[in-house]
């Protein structure tokens, strides 16, 4: 997907293996999407920009909405460890926290990322 405020296509659109940094968003119907992990961006921002359904972000990433909860699934040994804040809201998603349960807004992507697997909840409203 293109996206015309910073000019760079995000998604599976550009995602030559083995030559990027990327992140693999699972949706409740498990439908995949590996998305390039762009430095400085929440995962919240890469699954918009990249058109992943089911992450809403409603707050715009300022931890009060919690329409970004995904579950972990796999590569989560490098996040870090949950916030006060973060743990807070965890507690007022829509779908049931689960022990791999995070804000994507409030992890940002770098390369120890690359590999990372989160599962999208079924509802986030
Ligand atoms: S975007 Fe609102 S809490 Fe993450």
Known sequence: MYNSHDNRFY??????????????????NGVRADVELVPGSSLMQLAINAGVPGILGECGGSAQCATCHVYV?????????????????LE?????????????????AGPELDGLVVSIPPRQI
Not at 73 to 89: I, K
């Open 92 to 108: 007022c998603t829509v779908s049931e926290r689960m022990a791999g349960s995070r804000l994507s807004c409030q992890l940002q």
């Open 11 to 28: 998604g599976t659109d550009n995602w030559v293996p083995g030559t990027m940094a990327k992140i693999t968003f699972i949706q409740a």
């Open 73 to 89: 699934a796999e590569g989560g040994a490098t996040l870090p460890a949950v916030t006060e804040e973060e743990d807070a809201l």
